[in-house]
């Protein structure tokens, strides 16, 4: 078999059901960037390193410059252009905002995904619990204070509005 073969690969992104032409070559992050047109999803290292690519495959978060397109047959996938409700951002959106916890916005995508996929896990976790998950993610603009306090007060904020 040639390395150049294709294929079709469906997978639910973002709950819709998504076909495309993907190569054996081609990694998760293209198929959604280049092949599907999320353009949210952003490129860092491609080594699995900074964490910009982070999406949410199958319930578990994963770097998708480290997975192949063809992995992702049949998965539910959840980018951030899932995160927000329509027009209304979700409230891990609205706290990075606030809190001034993007600048560039390279990094951005990845942490929310992440962040989101902590507070489903866990809705009150301390700081050092937030760091260790978010750990995967890095920023070389703001710091992490910003990050962290954004995460928290979303919590807050979800924990409230959830009683």
Same mark, same amino acid.
């Given at each position: %078999?040639?390395?150049?073969? *294709?294929? &079709?690969? !469906?997978?639910?992104?973002?709950?819709?059901?998504?076909?495309?032409?993907?190569?054996?070559?081609?990694?998760?992050?293209?198929?959604?960037?280049? @092949?599907?047109?999320?353009?949210? !999803?952003?490129?860092? #290292?491609?080594?699995?390193?900074?964490?910009? +690519?982070?999406? %949410?495959? =199958?319930?578990?978060?994963? /770097?998708? +410059?480290?997975?192949?397109?063809?992995?992702?047959?049949? @998965?539910? &996938?959840? $980018?951030?252009?899932?995160?927000?409700?329509?027009?209304?951002?979700?409230?891990?959106?609205?706290?990075?905002?606030?809190?001034?916890?993007?600048? #560039?916005? &390279? +990094? $951005?995508?990845?942490?929310?995904?992440?962040?989101? @996929?902590?507070?489903? *896990?866990?809705?009150?976790?301390?700081?050092?619990? $937030?760091?260790?998950?978010?750990?995967? =993610?890095? +920023?070389? #603009? $703001?710091?992490?204070?910003? &990050?962290?306090?954004?995460?928290? /007060?979303?919590?807050?904020?979800?924990?409230?509005?959830? *009683?």
């Amino acid at each position: %078999m040639s390395m150049d073969t *294709k294929r &079709i690969v !469906t997978a639910s992104i973002n709950g819709a059901e998504i076909s495309v032409m993907a190569d054996n070559r081609m990694s998760l992050l293209e198929m959604l960037r280049d @092949a599907a047109g999320l353009t949210g !999803t952003k490129e860092g #290292c491609m080594t699995g390193d900074c964490g910009a +690519c982070s999406v %949410m495959m =199958n319930g578990r978060v994963v /770097d998708s +410059c480290l997975v192949m397109a063809a992995e992702a047959e049949g @998965a539910e &996938i959840e $980018t951030v252009e899932g995160i927000a409700d329509g027009k209304n951002l979700h409230p891990l959106q609205r706290k990075f905002l606030e809190h001034a916890a993007l600048q #560039c916005g &390279i +990094c $951005t995508p990845g942490f929310l995904v992440s962040a989101k @996929a902590l507070l489903e *896990k866990n809705p009150d976790p301390s700081d050092a619990e $937030t760091r260790y998950w978010l750990a995967g =993610n890095l +920023c070389r #603009c $703001t710091g992490y204070q910003q &990050i962290i306090d954004a995460v928290r /007060d979303a919590a807050a904020e979800m924990r409230s509005s959830a *009683k």
